[in-house]
């Protein structure tokens, strides 16, 4: 049974930095591609980074939203089952839930979701 856990959210200042967690379990980690959402207040869900599965023509690769170029970084250790955020020199238009996402064969996965808030 696929699970994904987030957590490491919490109230910080703009320019502080944060690290999510998705913990998971039911699959091989690194042999899925995963992603991080995030979902404002009155806006739709979007994406933030992806990474690659092991396995793809490009292992590991990974992409992110323009939004947080430079300063997010999606990484995973398979030793733990757990993927992360690093988030630095946050923003106040950060804010949001942030949810780990697997998309695995014909369905797909999501956390419950973990909020981050960034005050000016």
């Known amino acids: 049974q696929v699970q994904l856990t987030e957590s490491g959210g919490g109230l910080v200042q703009a320019g502080d930095s944060l690290r999510l967690s998705c913990t998971t379990s039911?699959?091989?980690?690194?042999?899925?591609?995963m992603g991080w959402f995030r979902q404002a207040p009155g806006k739709e869900r979007e994406a933030v980074a992806c990474?690659?599965?092991?396995?793809?023509?490009?292992?590991?690769?990974?992409t992110y939203a323009d939004s947080v170029k430079g300063r997010f970084t999606i990484s995973r250790r398979t030793s733990s089952n757990t993927m992360f955020l690093q988030m630095n020199s946050l923003k106040p238009e950060d804010t949001a839930i942030y949810y780990c996402y697997l998309p695995h064969g014909a369905t797909d996965y999501w956390g419950q979701g973990t909020q981050v808030t960034v005050s000016s």
């Open positions: 990474i690659s599965s092991s396995d793809s023509s490009n292992p590991r690769s990974t």
């Open positions: 039911g699959f091989t980690l690194d042999q899925y591609a």
